[in-house]
């Protein structure tokens, strides 16, 4: 067998095992009622808005001086 052959062949493999991989996961996707999806939603919702507010509260002070402003980008 050629070496072309060779690659042609693990990249046939290659396409078939993503389209596996997809197809395995819209399934699990429509598994889910449309109440279990809209709870989930919320849930990261909260979970960006409370990390969101987080951050602003340890958000580092800029620097001040000549230091600050040569190293500022």
């Excluded at 699990?28 to 999806?37: E, G």
């Excluded at 509260?57 to 190293?71: D, E, H, I, M, S």
């Amino acid at each position: 067998m050629r070496w072309w052959k060779a690659v042609g062949l693990a990249g046939a493999a290659g396409v078939v095992a993503t389209g596996v991989v997809v197809v395995r996961a819209e399934r699990r996707r429509r598994a889910y009622t449309p109440d279990q999806v809209r709870e989930q939603l919320h849930v990261r919702f909260a979970q960006a808005t409370s990390a969101q507010a987080d951050a602003e509260t340890v958000a580092p002070q800029p620097k001040t001086g000549w230091r600050g402003r040569l190293f500022r980008r």
